[in-house]
């Protein structure tokens, strides 16, 4: 099956901590086991995390028992309409953040490692533009020849 998911970690504001980008056949369970781990050596604080539908299962009790991390699952709503799920966005919000760049926007890498460095690279110039961003208007000068 061709093309590739992304599995990403954030915190609450939607920073990026961890991601992982696999083939499109890799299940959403099968994927989370290593990125789960690669989130729990990076950030030893972590303890609770919320989680889409497609990672539900037995993922949830091998992370308490082998990360002793909380694991929960926020479920689609039944309703017909749209519905905006508790947690669920923050992530969502994320991956529109980063398919405003170019280069994750388009599948044009070969292998996954160098995907998640683009999406890496992506967040780091996101977060960079925005720690630069003046948050007063910049004074004009005038320079006055005689």
Do not use: Q
């Not at 939607?14 to 290593?34: F, H, I, Q, S, Y």
């Not at 990076?42 to 989680?51: K, N």
């Amino acid at each position: 099956m061709p093309g590739r998911k992304r599995h990403v970690i954030t915190d609450c504001l939607g920073l990026l901590l961890v991601v992982a980008v696999t083939a499109a056949n890799v299940g959403d369970r099968e994927a989370a086991t290593p990125l789960l781990e690669r989130a729990r050596a990076s950030h030893p604080s972590l303890r609770l995390i919320w989680a889409d539908g497609g990672y539900t299962g037995m993922l949830v009790d091998w992370a308490r028992e082998k990360l002793h991390l909380v694991l929960k699952i926020v479920k689609r709503s039944d309703e017909p309409r749209f519905v905006v799920l508790p947690r669920r966005w923050v992530v969502e919000r994320t991956l529109s953040w980063l398919m405003r760049s170019r280069r994750p926007a388009r599948d044009y890498e070969t292998l996954p490692a160098t995907s998640e460095s683009m999406i890496s690279w992506s967040m780091t110039m996101l977060m960079s533009r925005r720690l630069a961003r003046r948050t007063h208007p910049a004074p004009t000068t005038v320079s006055l020849a005689a």
